[in-house]
């Protein structure tokens, strides 16, 4: 099986930025797809950025401009770099990792923007 490990959650105002990693381990061999995803209270799991083995990025259009998802393949990793937060993004991001038989997910970094 493979493990992520999740780091960077925490609380900042609004405007501000945090950066957020997981790495993984284990059985993976090789890693296709990487992407952040995110749930927010009362509301559905949203897909937020992915980056392919490739490096194509795609992100969801409310944070365009602000976010950048990154991967270092040697290190099996991958970033999310977010930058002027507003309070909506306030949520639990999770880091998945998608591979031939495998569908990882992290255990969850709790990221609040409040003034």
């Known amino acids: 099986q493979v493990q992520l490990v999740e780091s960077g959650g925490g609380l900042v105002q609004p405007g501000g930025s945090l950066r957020l990693s997981c790495t993984a381990s284990g059985s993976i061999f090789s890693i296709n797809i990487m992407a952040w995803y995110r749930q927010a209270p009362g509301k559905q799991r949203e897909l937020v950025a992915s980056i392919s083995s490739g490096g194509r990025t795609d992100y969801v259009d409310s944070v365009k401009g602000r976010f950048t998802i990154s991967r270092d393949n040697a290190k099996n990793t991958v970033y999310l770099q977010m930058n002027s937060l507003k309070p909506e993004d306030t949520a639990v991001y999770l880091c998945?990792?998608?591979?031939?038989?495998?569908?990882?997910w992290g255990q969850g970094a709790q990221v609040t923007v409040s003034s």
């Open positions: 998945n990792v998608r591979s031939i038989g495998v569908n990882a």
